[in-house]
C-alpha cells in the first residue's frame, strides 16, 4: 500500500519503520528533516510538506505532539486533506481531543475521504516492536478494510465505537496510567524509609492487587538508570485532556486533577522536556530517599 506518514518522533519513527518492513511504500515527512534520514535509508521517500505526503497516498497516518498539531497538519493551507484523494483513509494515532477528531471526520467526509482515530498504547518499545495497542474509532466497514494494516504496526487493534472513541479510550487509559504513576512513586517512598528494598517491594507486590504495569516498568527502569523516553509535557497534556474529558461529560473527578497539578507543577519547574522518570528521582530526594531507593 501506498502509505504517508507525519510525525517522527520517538513514537513516530518506529512505527513508520514497521510500516516500511512490512513492505508499505512510505512517504515521510516531520518538522525536522534530520528525523528521516534512518527510514530514507531503509526505502521511504522524504516529502516537504503534509501535503505532499498525501499527494497519491492511499493511507495517511500522523504521530503528532496535540491537537493543535494535529489540526494544522490536516486541515491547514498545505494539509494532508488538501493532497488526499477521494477513496482514501486519513489515520490518526495521536492523543487528541474527541471533538477534532470529530470534526476532522466530517470535512473527510465532504471530501469524499475516510477517517479513523487510532491512538496507540505501548511506549516507544511497543512501537518498535509493533506491539502496541491501537484504540480505533470510526464506522465499521472502515475498520475492517484498514484493521490489516493497523495490525502492522499494533499486535492488539480494538474498534471501540464511533469516530472519536478511539481517542476517549486513550485519555482514559492515560489518565488511569499517570494515577498509578504518582501512586507508585509514592509507594517507593514509603517502602524505602521503613526499610524495605525497592526492588524487593516490586517482586513482592507484581503477583499482589497493588501491581500496576506502571509500577513495575518506571520503577524498575528508574533503578536500573534508564529511561521512559516520554516527556514530562506530554504527560501534562495527555493527563489536562483527560480531565477535560471528565468535566465535559460531567464526572465528579477527585484523583485525576491532583495528579494534573502534581504533573504540571514538576514540568512548571523547568522540567517539560525532562524525562518522566526524572520526576521519580526529584520525588525520591524530597521523600528523604536517595537514587538508589534507599532511605
Not at 62 to 84: K, M
Given at each position: 500500500?501506498?502509505?504517508?506518514?507525519i510525525?517522527?518522533g520517538?513514537?513516530?519513527?518506529?512505527?513508520?519503520?514497521?510500516l516500511?518492513?512490512?513492505?508499505?511504500?512510505?512517504r515521510v515527512?516531520?518538522?525536522?528533516?534530520?528525523?528521516?534520514?534512518?527510514?530514507?535509508?531503509?526505502?521511504a521517500?522524504w516529502?516537504?510538506?503534509?501535503?505532499?505526503t498525501a499527494?497519491g497516498?492511499e493511507?495517511v497516518?500522523?504521530?503528532?505532539?496535540?491537537?493543535?498539531?494535529?489540526?494544522?497538519?490536516?486541515?491547514?493551507?498545505?494539509?494532508?486533506?488538501?493532497?488526499?484523494?477521494?477513496g482514501?483513509?486519513?489515520?490518526d494515532?495521536?492523543?487528541g481531543?474527541?471533538?477534532?477528531?470529530?470534526?476532522?471526520?466530517?470535512?473527510?467526509?465532504a471530501?469524499?475521504?475516510?477517517?479513523l482515530d487510532a491512538?496507540?498504547?505501548?511506549?516507544?518499545?511497543?512501537?518498535?516492536?509493533?506491539?502496541?495497542t491501537?484504540?480505533?474509532?470510526g464506522?465499521q466497514?472502515?475498520f475492517?478494510?484498514?484493521?490489516?494494516?493497523l495490525r502492522d504496526?499494533?499486535?492488539?487493534?480494538?474498534r471501540?465505537g464511533d469516530?472519536?472513541?478511539?481517542?476517549?479510550t486513550?485519555?482514559?487509559?492515560?489518565?488511569?496510567?499517570?494515577?498509578n504513576?504518582i501512586?507508585?512513586?509514592?509507594?517507593?517512598a514509603?517502602?524505602?524509609?521503613?526499610?524495605?528494598?525497592?526492588?524487593?517491594?516490586?517482586e513482592?507486590?507484581?503477583?499482589?492487587?497493588g501491581?500496576?504495569r506502571?509500577m513495575?516498568?518506571?520503577?524498575t527502569?528508574?533503578?536500573?538508570?534508564r529511561?521512559?523516553h516520554?516527556?514530562?509535557?506530554?504527560?501534562?497534556?495527555?493527563?489536562?485532556l483527560?480531565?477535560?474529558?471528565?468535566?465535559?461529560?460531567?464526572?465528579p473527578?477527585?484523583v485525576?486533577?491532583?495528579?494534573e497539578?502534581?504533573?504540571?507543577?514538576?514540568?512548571d519547574e523547568g522540567?517539560?522536556?525532562?524525562d518522566l522518570?526524572?520526576?521519580?528521582?526529584?520525588?525520591?530526594?524530597r521523600?528523604g530517599v536517595?537514587?538508589?531507593?534507599?532511605p
Amino acid at each position: 500500500m501506498k502509505v504517508g506518514f507525519i510525525g517522527l518522533g520517538n513514537m513516530g519513527n518506529p512505527m513508520a519503520a514497521s510500516l516500511l518492513r512490512a513492505g508499505h511504500a512510505l512517504r515521510v515527512h516531520d518538522l525536522k528533516q534530520d528525523k528521516a534520514s534512518n527510514l530514507v535509508d531503509a526505502g521511504a521517500v522524504w516529502a516537504t510538506s503534509p501535503r505532499e505526503t498525501a499527494t497519491g497516498a492511499e493511507a495517511v497516518l500522523t504521530s503528532l505532539p496535540g491537537p493543535a498539531a494535529v489540526e494544522t497538519v490536516v486541515l491547514g493551507a498545505d494539509g494532508v486533506f488538501e493532497g488526499l484523494a477521494r477513496g482514501t483513509v486519513y489515520i490518526d494515532t495521536s492523543t487528541g481531543e474527541p471533538g477534532l477528531i470529530q470534526r476532522i471526520a466530517r470535512e473527510g467526509a465532504a471530501r469524499g475521504i475516510d477517517v479513523l482515530d487510532a491512538p496507540v498504547s505501548g511506549g516507544v518499545f511497543g512501537a518498535r516492536d509493533a506491539t502496541l495497542t491501537v484504540f480505533v474509532g470510526g464506522a465499521q466497514e472502515v475498520f475492517d478494510r484498514y484493521e490489516p494494516l493497523l495490525r502492522d504496526v499494533g499486535e492488539t487493534v480494538v474498534r471501540m465505537g464511533d469516530t472519536g472513541s478511539g481517542v476517549a479510550t486513550k485519555l482514559v487509559n492515560n489518565l488511569m496510567m499517570f494515577i498509578n504513576f504518582i501512586g507508585a512513586c509514592e509507594g517507593m517512598a514509603i517502602g524505602a524509609r521503613a526499610g524495605i528494598d525497592p526492588r524487593r517491594l516490586i517482586e513482592a507486590i507484581r503477583p499482589s492487587m497493588g501491581q500496576s504495569r506502571m509500577m513495575e516498568r518506571c520503577l524498575t527502569r528508574f533503578l536500573d538508570g534508564r529511561l521512559l523516553h516520554s516527556a514530562v509535557d506530554l504527560g501534562v497534556k495527555d493527563m489536562h485532556l483527560g480531565v477535560e474529558l471528565g468535566r465535559s461529560h460531567d464526572v465528579p473527578l477527585e484523583v485525576a486533577p491532583m495528579v494534573e497539578e502534581i504533573l504540571r507543577r514538576y514540568q512548571d519547574e523547568g522540567n517539560a522536556q525532562a524525562d518522566l522518570l526524572e520526576y521519580i528521582g526529584d520525588y525520591l530526594k524530597r521523600a528523604g530517599v536517595d537514587p538508589s531507593g534507599k532511605p
